[in-house]
């Protein structure tokens, strides 16, 4: 008897039978009786065990304006979106992130940290002992390099 419930029963060679009338059946022993109904006028009768062994290198998807994109991972396991490597937003350069954000732990900045603060911008650099020194950046109209102490 085949066990249906919870995994796909192998196919055997010269046993195994697919019934076809008004419906179409599947019976991997050889059994009408433990045949299983796979698709009939109501639809398809699928199970997620069906299923177990999909494996597709790509998904291609149509977007609305009728463009096709496909979707893969490489061999590291990386998503791909039309073959390059899908990167992150927050991993772009030039980028403005908006809204309110809470960070746990250490936040480690490099290139410098740029502060607006009441429409004025200010550069924030911490000394060798550890002293905070803001230093306001003024407008370029020039050979200077914009930045004015405060």
């Known amino acids: 008897m085949t066990d249906w419930n919870n995994k796909r029963p192998g196919i055997v060679e010269n046993v195994s039978a697919l019934g076809i009338g008004k419906a179409i059946y599947a019976a991997p022993d050889g059994e009408k009786q433990t045949a299983r109904l796979l698709v009939a006028a109501d639809g398809f009768h699928f199970k997620n065990s069906d299923f177990d062994d999909l494996k597709l290198l790509s998904l291609s998807m ?70 905070v020194k803001a230093t306001k950046i003024a407008e370029t109209a020039g050979e200077n390099d914009g930045k004015t102490e405060n």
């Not at 061999?75 to 073959?83: A, E, H, K, P, Y």
Request: hydrophobic share 25%.
């Open 62 to 131: 149509l977007s609305p304006t009728g463009n096709t994109f496909s979707i893969s991972f490489d061999g590291n396991g990386d998503l791909l979106v039309n073959g390059k490597v899908y990167a992150t937003p927050t991993n772009q350069s030039d980028e403005t992130i908006k809204g309110n954000k809470t960070y746990e732990g250490q936040t480690k900045l490099s290139g410098g940290l740029v502060i607006n603060s009441s429409g004025s911008d200010y550069e924030i650099l911490v000394d060798e002992n550890g002293n």
